[in-house]
């Protein structure tokens, strides 16, 4: 099983709508999540921390499930904007290495 | 612009090749990364420095030769690469290299090997 676990799409959505990932992850002691944007032949920069109780930063909402071990992130009113690639980053305890270890991303393109 | 430069943008060498790439962070930070990114892969941790000691090398090949001069500087020096070397480079820092943190991505480099 690999240690994070995505979705590689791609999502292809309509402006305007909603859409949602999963990310997977196989250590059950992690400690830290995080959602990374990559536009396409960009580098990857943080979108947001995922926190236990959920966090939700205007459009975006993201949700750490630990019984099940998955995160997700919810983006609200899609626009063309949004289309990247998202990457799930977890981090695992100490006693795994403690170095962020990245998803392969999960495609989206938003379409007018 | 994050605060993190990579030269150069692209590269192509032959495998006989030696070449360095460079990457300079102006954000104090005191821990600097490379990462592989191939396609259709995740990106991959390949050496890791704080405060200019390497802590973290994730058994990558001796062809991959990084150097880390002090806080705001890393290289990573190539040579006899082979093509499915081919990929993105990507260089990050951190402020302490604590698992949990924030990373600044440079824009990376390009690097096709033939």
């Known amino acids: 099983r690999k240690e994070v676990e995505q979705d590689p799409g791609p999502f292809n959505v309509p402006e305007g709508a909603t859409v949602a990932f999963n990310c997977t992850y196989s250590?059950?002691?992690?400690?830290?999540f995080f959602w990374y944007r990559q536009d396409c032949r960009k580098e990857p920069k943080l979108l947001m921390s995922?926190?236990?109780s959920g966090n939700e930063d205007g459009r975006f909402t993201a949700q750490l499930n630990r019984a099940s071990q998955y995160i997700s992130l919810l983006i609200r009113d899609s626009k063309l904007s949004d289309s990247a690639t998202y990457l799930c980053?977890?981090?695992?305890?100490?006693?795994?290495?403690?170095?962020?270890?990245f998803g392969g991303g999960t495609r989206l393109m938003v379409k007018p | 612009e994050t605060g993190v430069t990579q030269t150069p943008r692209h590269l192509v060498m032959g495998m006989t090749n030696k070449k360095s790439l460079k990457c300079e962070q102006h954000?104090?930070?005191?821990?600097m990364y490379w990462y592989k990114q191939s396609a259709k892969k995740p990106l991959e941790l390949m050496f890791v420095y704080s405060l200019e000691e390497r802590v973290e090398n994730n058994s990558v090949p001796s062809r991959f030769s990084p150097e880390c001069p002090n806080s705001s500087h890393l290289f990573l020096h190539l040579h006899t690469l082979q093509p499915e070397d081919s990929a993105l480079y990507l260089c990050?820092?951190?402020?302490?290299?604590?698992?949990?943190?924030?990373?600044?991505f440079g824009s990376g480099t390009q690097l096709s090997v033939l």
């Open positions: 250590n059950s002691a992690s400690q830290s």
């Open positions: 990050a820092s951190s402020q302490d290299g604590a698992g949990n943190e924030k990373l600044f």
């Open positions: 995922v926190y236990s």
């Open positions: 980053v977890v981090n695992p305890p100490l006693d795994a290495g403690n170095m962020l270890t």
């Open positions: 954000l104090g930070h005191n821990a």
